[in-house]
């Protein structure tokens, strides 16, 4: 295409090449936070819609995860979720968050496979970042992706991703 178009491939692959060097990604775009206990932690609190969220999940490839989902109602269908959790072979906890987080992890746990889905609630990000520290096994991911915008009353999706770091900084500082 770029020779039809009258232009230099090679000239347009090391733009492309500076152009990545200097790229910053959105905040809260599957970004890694950190590492603890052999976990990663994985803020994608911009999934706020159950695409997004499967993409997410996708992206973690077949490790153990423990998948933070739950927000405001939107009144969407769950599919893209539940076919993502149908793909993988890899053991994964859901754990809701409010609003529509239980209803979420029950609706999904109960048209997954059995064997390799299971679910939890948790009243906040804190909680369920405790439960993921907690339950998933090393070389596993704590994955927030959630599906479904922040409630109005819990802020923005920033709000939440910095809930998010502070609960995985406090998991580090309780063991220093």
Known sequence: MCRAGGLDPAAIDAALLTLADTYEALPSRHLTIG???????????????????????????GVPVTWLIGGQSREVSLDPMAAALAATSAPVLLVGLPDTGPDWC??????????????????????????????????????????????PALGT????????????????????
């Open 35 to 61: 590492e603890h206990g052999g976990v990663r932690y994985i803020d994608d609190a911009l999934a706020s819609n159950p695409f997004a969220a499967a993409a997410a999940l996708e992206a973690v490839g």
């Open 106 to 151: 029950e609706a999904l746990a109960s048209g997954a496979p059995a064997d390799n889905v299971g679910f939890a609630t948790a009243g906040g990000v804190a909680e369920a970042v405790r439960i993921g520290a907690e339950r998933t096994p090393a070389g596993g991911v704590v994955l927030f992706a959630p599906g479904a915008p922040t409630p």
């Open 157 to 176: 999706y920033l709000d939440r991703a910095s809930d998010f770091g502070e609960a995985f900084r406090a998991l580090r500082r309780a063991e220093a």
